[in-house]
């Protein structure tokens, strides 16, 4: 009982960090199920109502190369805090909103805010821990964010049946308030520079992460990821539909599996460290994880595909969370740049990736376009795992 007491008095740094990119996971995905409600309340299209969606992903992903620099020069725990607060600000103005243009307006500065959010807690989580245990700390805080992700989306519509949008809003800015308050206790100031941060300063910090060969391979490969995850994601409704096999119902089910499979690797990577070491589980992870794709090729029931995704989900997160722990080795003192520049790049590949498959639908045809893309998982965890394998990491402390 003394314990409990002191953890909620005093609740850990990763904790709190943690709290934080769930409240920025809840932010980011709440929205999506509510257009159909966005469109009546404001008396809009649903077109129109839908591009809440997308002003909010767009910032989040072009902040990136600008709040990386920002935080390894200012602080991150400074960004962090700032970041946080405005994110209680957006979702406020997104309660009250009047009109749909104020609405996209508040989802806007809400992606800058939750694109220094999410990248900043993992770059501290990597300042906070060794290199010997910040896979493992990197997982717990993963798997906190997917939590959100796979959840407020199925959390908000099945509310939105006895709730207003609004009222989803209210409920999602309270556990954003107590992040706010609890990183504003904890994430610290680093010392203020003399002068404010120059082009050059930004110019050197990015000079000095892409001097690390290694860099290059880990955008790379999580550009690529985006890509052809994402980029099938989308259409599995679509299949399902043009197969008389369900729709958006047993697609969210088979995406939701997607979700679950991340959720029980990062909830047991401390576990499958013990038995495979990274490269291992990168070469390993990329040869399975092409299963989701490959497997829509086939004329299947439903359910196996929520089992072949569900599948796919470990062994995604068995490569990307690999990449996470290579990035968060890229170079201390552009952590932050480093963390950045990666969910630049692969929200960059999420953006991609559903265009090039409709592109793909109308030229090489679906089959074609899952082979390509489940190809491409495929040779991702082998192709890194045998550059990382060969090329000396950095010194860590």
């Known amino acids: 009982m003394v314990s409990r007491i002191r953890f909620l008095r005093s609740p850990s740094p990763l904790f709190i960090f943690c709290l934080a990119a769930l409240s920025a996971a809840m932010a980011n995905r709440a929205m999506d199920p509510l257009v159909s409600e966005l469109a009546r309340d404001f008396n809009v299209t649903v077109t129109m109502a839908a591009g809440v969606i997308s002003i909010y992903a767009l910032p989040y992903a072009f902040a990136q190369p600008v709040l990386g620099p920002i935080g390894d020069y200012y602080g991150k725990g400074r960004l962090l805090r700032i970041c946080q607060w405005m994110q209680c600000l957006c979702l406020l103005v997104v309660i009250v909103s009047p009109t749909i243009g104020i609405l996209m307006a508040a989802r806007f500065f809400g992606g800058i805010a939750s694109g220094g959010i999410m990248p900043t807690g993992m770059a501290l989580v990597g300042d906070r821990y060794a290199a010997h245990e910040r896979q493992q700390k990197i997982g717990v805080y993963v798997s906190v964010?997917?939590?959100?992700?796979?959840?407020?989306?199925?959390?908000?519509?099945?509310?939105?049946?006895?709730?207003?949008?609004?009222?989803?809003?209210?409920?999602?800015?309270?556990?954003?308030?107590?992040?706010?308050?609890?990183?504003?206790?904890?994430?610290?100031?680093?010392?203020?520079p003399d002068k404010p941060i120059q082009v050059s300063d930004v110019i050197a910090g990015y000079k000095t992460l892409f001097s690390n060969p290694r860099a290059k391979f880990c955008y790379i490969a999580v550009f690529l990821e985006g890509l052809a995850v994402w980029g099938t994601l989308p259409f599995i409704s679509p299949i399902l539909e043009q197969r008389g096999q369900?729709?958006?119902?047993?697609?969210?089910?088979?995406?939701?599996?997607?979700?679950?499979?991340?959720?029980?690797?990062?909830?047991?990577?401390?576990?499958?460290l013990k038995i495979m070491l990274p490269y291992q589980l990168m070469f390993i992870g990329g040869l399975v994880n092409a299963i989701g794709p490959l497997s829509l090729i086939w004329d299947l029931d439903w359910h196996w595909f929520a089992l072949t995704f569900g599948v796919s989900g470990i062994a995604f997160m068995m490569v990307h969370n690999s990449l996470q722990a290579e990035v968060a080795s890229l170079g201390a003192s552009v952590r932050g740049l480093a963390f950045?520049?990666?969910?630049?790049?692969?929200?960059?590949?999420?953006?991609?990736?559903?265009?090039?498959?409709?592109?793909?639908l109308t030229t090489i045809g679906q089959s074609s376009m899952l082979a390509i893309y489940g190809i491409v998982l495929a040779l991702i965890g082998p192709a890194v795992s045998f550059f990382f394998s060969r090329t000396a990491r950095p010194v860590e402390p």
């Open 340 to 360: 950045s520049m990666h969910s630049c790049w692969l929200f960059v590949g999420h953006s991609i990736g559903p265009l090039l498959f409709s592109i793909g």
């Open 246 to 272: 369900g729709g958006p119902g047993e697609a969210g089910l088979i995406i939701t599996g997607f979700g679950i499979g991340g959720l029980l690797f990062t909830a047991t990577v401390k576990h499958w």
């Open 145 to 192: 964010a997917l939590i959100g992700y796979t959840l407020s989306t199925a959390a908000a519509g099945i509310l939105a049946e006895y709730l207003s949008w609004r009222m989803i809003f209210v409920i999602t800015l309270v556990p954003a308030v107590i992040a706010a308050l609890l990183v504003s206790r904890v994430a610290e100031n680093a010392p203020k």
